[in-house]
């Protein structure tokens, strides 16, 4: 999708003239990647490709699947964050920006050709203290996510149900984070304060913005030329799941613009997808910091997880709201997990606890393989070769026969075993601590003591 020029006769002479064709997507890339360097410093090089993918990626919404959202953060105020909405707003597809709106007006503004909503000073919509209150509005950008996932309400005056859509691509800039369900929906940027030697240029809305318009139309004119084409392209993706679904867009664009935006596409993918990673709910962070807790016990009393989770470093725990967690706060917050406390028996004494083997799914299923300490034995399936013992040399002047280890690759016949990795019992995942022990069943499944 390179330049390319159109063949006519001239009305007047007959003669052919080039006409400009479509213009090079790489170019305009590069062009808007060098206006967003321009005006702000923004924390990478990767955030600064995603951001102008994503701009890019606002003027092709009717043939996406998926409208991603754009979250821009910062710690601090004077991060720039609003700045780079004003560029957002200045280069993006019919821009529709507020910092507040009903969701009665959103879905009033959405259309079949929907507009880039901008919401700016988004933690006044989102904070601990507002957030109940706008409810209906985070739930409004979460359906609006995905195509056909429509806003329902009756119309009194019709007496019918009224089908309003919500498809729309969506910027929101903000101190701090916003809802986990709306940062899983989005390209994460985090803005950060200008250093002692960054420096950018001023943005004046009356001198620069016509130039950016300028830029705003010539993407649209060669976004909605290869509209169809987009629409119909299946990249190859660098992530998997919701990850994925929110960067198809933008490696569509960099893949049809071609030049060395595939890979920059790709490559911001991976780092900032990785980078969202590690901000973890509070769910998960517990269930890391409980496996740290239990070690290889197999049973702990309440008391001594609490203990110990309130004197793991850098941990939430300890100061938990102004209080210590508490042993409510543990079962709340593990409840949504399928775990809940039980008598455990520990060192002769029988009180609430939590016992490893009821944690060890949500383990797996949530947190990634811890590593096993080198020098581990190797586990099953695993081929060892053990050191053959030293011969006695003879003391003569013939050399000795060499020594030969024989390494057959035939597989004895063995009876069929049950999977170790499970209960014998009740069939479900075993600890590897307990599978390395030698132990086929869960301690309860056993017989063993409550």
């Known amino acids: 999708?390179?330049?390319?020029?159109?063949?006519?006769?001239?009305?007047?002479?007959?003669?052919?003239?080039?006409?400009?064709?479509?213009?090079?997507?790489?170019?305009?890339?590069?062009?808007?990647?060098?206006?967003?360097?321009?005006?702000?410093?923004?924390?990478?090089?990767?955030?600064?490709?995603?951001?102008?993918?994503?701009?890019?990626?606002?003027?092709?919404?009717?043939?996406?699947?998926?409208?991603?959202?754009?979250?821009?953060?910062?710690?601090?105020?004077?991060?720039?964050?609003?700045?780079?909405?004003?560029?957002?707003?200045?280069?993006?597809?019919?821009?529709?920006?507020?910092?507040?709106?009903?969701?009665?007006?959103?879905?009033r503004s959405?259309?079949?050709?929907?507009?880039?909503?901008?919401?700016?000073e988004a933690d006044t919509v989102f904070g601990k203290k507002a957030a109940d209150n706008h409810e209906d509005l985070r739930g409004l950008l979460n359906?609006?996510?995905?195509?056909?996932?429509?806003?329902?309400?009756?119309?009194?005056?019709q007496r019918r149900p009224e089908h309003c859509p919500t498809f729309a691509m969506a910027a929101l800039a903000g101190i701090g984070s916003m809802p986990d369900t709306i940062e899983d929906r989005a390209v994460m940027v985090r803005m950060r304060r200008r250093g002692p030697g960054e420096r950018v240029q001023p943005f004046r809305t009356r001198r620069d913005a016509p130039a950016l318009h300028k830029l705003r139309a010539r993407i649209n004119g060669w976004m909605r030329h290869h509209l169809d084409e987009l629409g119909d392209a299946e990249p190859t993706m660098p992530v998997e799941d919701r990850a994925a679904d929110n960067w198809e867009p933008l490696i569509i664009v960099a893949d049809a613009a071609g030049g060395a935006w595939p890979d920059r596409a790709r490559q911001a993918c991976r780092t900032l997808t990785d980078a969202a990673a590690e901000d973890t709910s509070i769910g998960v962070r517990l269930l890391a910091d409980l496996r740290t807790v239990f070690g290889d016990a197999e049973a702990l009393h309440g008391a001594t997880i609490l203990e110990r989770l309130h004197k793991l470093d850098e941990a939430p725990w300890s100061d938990w709201f102004g209080r210590p967690f508490s042993a409510r706060d543990l079962a709340k917050t593990l409840k949504p997990y399928g775990i809940s406390s039980t008598k455990v028996k520990v060192s002769g004494q029988a009180l609430q606890g939590y016992r490893r083997d009821h944690l060890?799914?949500?383990?797996?299923?949530?947190?990634?393989?811890?590593?096993?300490?080198?020098?581990?034995?190797?586990?099953?399936?695993?081929?060892?070769?053990?050191?053959?013992?030293?011969?006695?040399?003879?003391?003569?002047?013939?050399?000795?026969?060499?020594?030969?280890?024989?390494?057959?690759?035939?597989?004895?016949?063995?009876?069929?075993?049950?999977?170790?990795?499970?209960?014998?019992?009740?069939?479900?995942?075993?600890?590897?601590?307990?599978?390395?022990?030698?132990?086929?069943?869960?301690?309860?499944?056993?017989?063993?003591?409550?």
Do not use: F
């Open 143 to 157: 359906a609006g996510h995905q195509r056909g996932r429509p806003y329902i309400r009756w119309d009194a005056a």
């Open 1 to 107: 999708m390179g330049t390319g020029y159109a063949l006519r006769r001239s009305a007047k002479d007959g003669e052919r003239v080039s006409k400009p064709g479509p213009e090079s997507g790489a170019r305009l890339l590069d062009e808007l990647r060098a206006a967003l360097a321009r005006y702000v410093i923004l924390p990478s090089a990767e955030a600064g490709d995603a951001v102008a993918l994503w701009i890019a990626a606002t003027h092709a919404q009717p043939a996406w699947q998926h409208a991603t959202r754009l979250v821009i953060t910062a710690p601090e105020k004077r991060c720039g964050k609003s700045r780079l909405l004003d560029i957002v707003e200045t280069t993006c597809h019919t821009p529709l920006i507020t910092v507040n709106i009903s969701p009665a007006a959103l879905v």
């Open 360 to 450: 060890y799914d949500a383990w797996s299923r949530y947190l990634p393989p811890e590593q096993a300490p080198s020098g581990t034995p190797g586990t099953s399936g695993t081929m060892q070769v053990t050191a053959s013992p030293k011969v006695p040399v003879p003391d003569t002047q013939t050399e000795p026969e060499p020594v030969t280890t024989s390494m057959s690759c035939e597989v004895p016949q063995v009876p069929e075993v049950p999977d170790a990795s499970r209960c014998a019992v009740c069939e479900q995942p075993l600890d590897p601590a307990l599978a390395a022990a030698g132990e086929t069943t869960h301690p309860m499944c056993d017989g063993g003591p409550e």
């Open 110 to 120: 959405i259309g079949k050709d929907p507009p880039t909503l901008l919401l700016d």
